[in-house]
Nanobody, 115 residues
Framework: QVQLVESGGGLVQPGDSLRLSCVFS????????MGWYRQAPGKQRELVAA???????NYADSVSGRFTISRDNAKNTVYLRMHSLKPEDTAAYYC?????????WGQGTQVTVSS
């Protein structure tokens, strides 16, 4: 059974940086496609960034150039480094692992950007 545990969220000011981490517990992390999603109050969950098992990445237009997703297969961990944070980045951030038609979610970590 796969478990995902996110960490690194918090309250920051506009322009600050944060790094989110997601630790994958289970077998064969390296063959999973990984992603970070976010959900703000009253809004649908949206894809922020994704990294394939092969290392290819893609980003939402709203974060491209500010956020970087990466993975460390030796540590079973995926990261989301966020720079130049804006109030509109405020949301609960969720880690996702997917392979074929199987998907797993973490419990989320809150990021609040406010002055």
């Amino acid at each position: 059974q796969v478990q995902l545990v996110e960490s690194g969220g918090g309250l920051v000011q506009p322009g600050d940086s944060l790094r989110l981490s997601c630790v994958f517990s289970g077998l064969a992390f390296s063959i999973y496609d990984m992603g970070w999603y976010r959900q703000a109050p009253g809004k649908q969950r949206e894809l922020v960034a994704a990294i394939s098992s092969g290392g290819s990445t893609n980003y939402a237009d709203s974060v491209s150039g500010r956020f970087t997703i990466s993975r460390d297969n030796a540590k079973n961990t995926v990261y989301l480094r966020m720079h130049s944070l804006k109030p509109e980045d405020t949301a609960a951030y969720y880690c996702n692992a997917g392979r074929l038609r199987i998907t797993y979610w973490g419990q989320g970590t809150q990021v609040t950007v406010s002055s």
